[in-house]
């Protein structure tokens, strides 16, 4: 075992952990950056997720260094690809002409961005990563974690010792760990009283895990996989609540739950400049080839691609059978790898399904011509690295967001919730899948939020913040937290505050209680160009 000292120990490099390390280095201090994959990024990388974001995103409702990494994205591929001029000249760039989203674009690139920002302060010998690593111990102290020991692929472990511990794992793993209280699934009604919580507490409803994949499509060419393990199964499995076989075109729209024909058409012939991405006004959902488009070849010049890349995230691979998150006397290690598992062979079965059994629009069965890729998320046949993770473990906060602070129907289309302790801002509808508890989407309109700096504090005194998915959120109000630049937003409130606190001899609870501590913090954000609170727009 090896050892080292740091300031700052960001366990997790997804998109709240990396903007936790930027802004913990931008604020002068020494920190370690852990990631279980060899991809930072999380969501946007090695999950190979394009970003959820609000409709508002060209203009606000983002902190200045997330708007430096869409900027970077559309950048990057103004300079190495080859962009038609009319697509190359659009300010608004959308590379992959995606629906979902106004940036969709591919995993390495995003990678390459990322890698991009830290750069400065890796070779400033402020942010050290540590790739590989995973968290499997944490020494505390009377509420203080002293030091996180992390194993590395080939069973090595290195234990960091830190001043504050910034927990930006996909699953919240520090928790226990650390001792810290946390909540897990779903709240019983009486708790919050929120109307979409269920009667009765389940520690064990999580929503479904997606295990993501790339394909590009080559009419006439035959690319179909071996048959997956689990085929049988996934084949013949119809959920109670589903209209159809999962493995179907045929799915509950999320809003209402009536069925809904998906369509699939590779490579359409249509102008992907021509793509207006607002989920506000159309969710974009219906249409598969095109919802999470990430390279569209007619962008480009004629002949530089033959095929557009599209990433497979829908109502057909998710995974919501057995809970993926372990749960102390409830879920155990081994149950959560074969969550994961079955996970996978989902994915792999919705693959083999499209291409050998799926309806095509001429009449005929199968598209073999679809071409796993795995060079574009860097994991066999175009899986990607890691399980998109929708639902974490949540610290018990000072602040809990319920759904009272953010529905739309109980606070109206302009019943913002003004925080005095904001420290940054959010919006997406309560967009919560299928459940390992047996529940349809709940998929409810919401009012844009600002986050409580409360949200971030556990109830304890503690150095250990959240920086990702696990703040103190409900199992509904996650729905509308766990996007891209909220997570991106939490961590780099917690990487300022962490900094904030030992510039100050201070400690995080203690800035939110005093009034003066906390008005030079929020204007620290401020100046940072972290926006803490909306204009007076409406909720969707």
């Known amino acids: 075992m090896t050892e080292s000292r740091t300031e700052i120990l960001v366990v997790g490099a997804g998109l709240g952990g990396v903007a936790a390390a930027l802004a913990a280095a931008d604020s002068g201090r020494r920190v370690v950056l852990t990631e279980p994959t060899d991809w930072i990024g999380g969501q946007l990388t090695s999950q190979a997720v394009p970003p959820d974001e609000n409709p508002w995103i060209e203009k606000f409702g983002a902190t200045a260094s997330y708007r430096r990494l869409r900027e970077g994205i559309r950048d990057h591929y103004r300079r190495v690809y080859p962009l038609r001029a009319e697509a190359a000249a659009a300010r608004t760039l959308n590379p992959g002409a995606g629906r979902v989203s106004k940036l969709c674009h591919e995993p390495r690139v995003a990678l390459a961005v990322l ?25 505390t102290d009377g509420g203080r974690v002293l030091a996180v020991t992390l194993r590395d692929a080939e069973g090595g472990e290195h234990t960091v010792h830190a001043d504050y511990v910034l927990d930006a794992t996909e699953d919240g793993d520090l928790l226990p ?29 999580l929503q479904g895990i997606t295990y993501c994949f790339a394909v590009s499509h080559h009419e006439g060419e035959d690319h179909t996989i071996d048959r997956p393990a689990m085929y049988g199964f996934w084949r013949s499995y ?55 488009r990430i390279l569209a070849r007619r962008l480009h010049r004629p002949g530089a691609f033959d095929s557009d890349i599209t990433l497979a995230n829908w109502p057909l691979n998710d995974y919501w059978l057995t809970p993926a998150l372990e749960i102390e006397g409830l879920v155990d290690a081994a149950t959560v790898r074969r969550a994961h598992e079955e996970a996978r062979q989902l994915s792999l079965s919705v693959l083999y399904w499209l291409q050998t059994e799926a ?12 071409r796993p890729r795995p060079d574009v998320t860097g994991a ?161």
């Not at 739950?257 to 699939?264: N, S």
Request: charged share 25%; with cysteine; net charge negative.
């Open 115 to 139: 890698e991009e920002m830290i750069a400065p302060h890796r070779s400033a010998g402020r942010i050290t990563v540590l790739e590989r690593h995973r968290p499997v111990a944490a020494l």
């Open 380 to 540: 066999e046949l175009g899986l990607a690295k890691a399980a998109y993770v929708r639902e974490s473990r949540r610290i018990r906060a000072v602040t809990t967001v319920t759904e009272h602070d953010v529905s739309l129907d109980i606070r109206g289309p302009h019943g913002i919730l003004r925080r005095h302790d904001s420290v940054g801002v959010g919006s997406y509808r309560i967009d919560l899948h299928p459940s390992t508890g047996g529940d349809n989407y709940i998929d409810i309109a919401s009012v844009p939020f600002e986050i409580p700096l409360g949200a971030l504090l556990p109830r304890q005194e503690t150095n250990l913040l959240p920086a990702a998915k696990n703040i103190g959120t409900t199992h509904i109000t996650n729905g509308c937290f766990r996007l891209h630049p909220v997570e991106w937003n939490i961590g780099e409130a917690a990487g300022r505050l962490a900094a904030f606190a030992l510039d100050h001899d201070t400690t995080p609870h203690a800035v939110h209680a005093k009034d003066e501590l906390l008005e030079r913090f929020t204007a620290l954000l401020d100046r940072t160009g972290v926006e803490r609170h909306w204009p007076d727009v409406r909720g969707y």
């Open 238 to 292: 119809r959920p109670d609540f589903w209209p159809g076989p999962l493995l179907g075109f045929q799915a509950p729209d999320p809003r209402t739950l009536e069925p809904v024909a998906r369509t699939f058409a590779p490579n359409p012939d249509t102008d992907p400049l021509a793509v207006d991405a607002d989920q506000s006004a159309d969710a974009g959902d219906k249409e598969l080839w095109g919802f999470r």
């Open 177 to 205: 760990l650390a001792g810290i209280d946390h909540v897990t699934g779903a709240e019983a009604r009486s708790e919050h009283g929120e109307p979409h919580a269920p009667q009765t507490a389940d520690p064990t409803n």
């Open 359 to 370: 309806p095509r629009p001429d009449g005929g069965t199968g598209f073999p011509g679809l």
